[in-house]
Antibody
Framework: EMEVVESGGGLVQPGGSLRLSCVASGFSFSSYWMSWVRQAPGKGLEWVANVKQDGSEKYYVDSVKGRFTISRDNAKTSVYLQMNSLRAEDTAVYYC??????????????WGQGTLVIVSS | SSELTQDPAVSVALGQTVRITCQGDSLRSFYASWYQEKPGQAPVLVIYGKNNRPSGIPDRFSGSNSGNTASLTIIGAQAEDEADYYCNSRDSSGNHWVFGGGTKLTVL
């Protein structure tokens, strides 16, 4: 069964840092793009970042560019999100998802259960 | 444009048909994918590409595309279909992705 499991969330002060991890199983991890998506309390889904199979391409939503870094370790079938200079508006459940890309279509499946990040003093 | 626009809320009578739409300029170039999210649960992929359903998704769910609009149609809506639905696609640059604001579906 394909599965991704996130960890690393928690309470952090504004300006602080946190590193999220996502471990994948049940599929050939190194063959897929991976993604982080977040959902602030009571709000909709927001794409955060994607990373290519070999880590050579990384893309970010403008609001986190320069503060967040997505990375992966194919040997550990894991993807990470290093979050620095955290702000209150980064408070959200962060989901990890596998990305499938085929021509002009992409889709996210499976998703993890998410890890909650709270930025507050 | 990097935006995808969805109606915030839609309702449907039990057993009837409902269409949820997603509009955006990038949909002229890229297909949308659709996700169902129920309270306290992770999103689940329901439709991707031209009109593809992952295994386990009932065939009452279907997708279509016309111009700048992608649509998710549920024929014979069931009580368990009550959820938030989100579309997703690349933006016009092709290197960023965006979700629509979501549509809350109520089954009456």
């Amino acid at each position: 069964e394909m599965e991704v499991v996130e960890s690393g969330g928690g309470l952090v002060q504004p300006g602080g840092s946190l590193r999220l991890s996502c471990v994948a199983s049940g599929f050939s991890f190194s063959s897929y793009w991976m993604s982080w998506v977040r959902q602030a309390p009571g709000k909709g889904l927001e794409w955060v970042a994607n990373v290519k199979q070999d880590g050579s391409e990384k893309y970010y939503v403008d609001s986190v560019k320069g503060r967040f870094t997505i990375s992966r370790d194919n040997a550990k079938t894991s993807v990470y999100l290093q979050m620095n200079s955290l702000r209150a508006e980064d408070t959200a459940v962060y989901y990890c998802a596998r990305v499938q890309r085929a021509g002009t279509t992409d889709w996210y499946d499976p998703w993890g259960q998410g890890t909650l990040v709270i930025v507050s003093s | 444009s990097s935006e995808l626009t969805q109606d915030p809320a839609v309702s449907v009578a039990l057993g009837q048909t409902v269409r949820i739409t997603c509009q955006g300029d990038s949909l002229r170039s890229f297909y949308a994918s659709w996700y169902q999210e129920k309270p306290g649960q992770a999103p689940v992929l329901v439709i991707y590409g031209k009109n593809n359903r992952p295994s386990g998704i009932p065939d009452r769910f279907s997708g279509s595309n016309s111009g700048n609009t992608a649509s998710l149609t549920i024929i014979g809506a069931q009580a368990e279909d009550e959820a938030d639905y989100y579309c997703n696609s690349r933006d016009s640059s092709g290197n960023h992705w965006v979700f629509g604001g979501g549509t809350k579906l109520t089954v009456l």
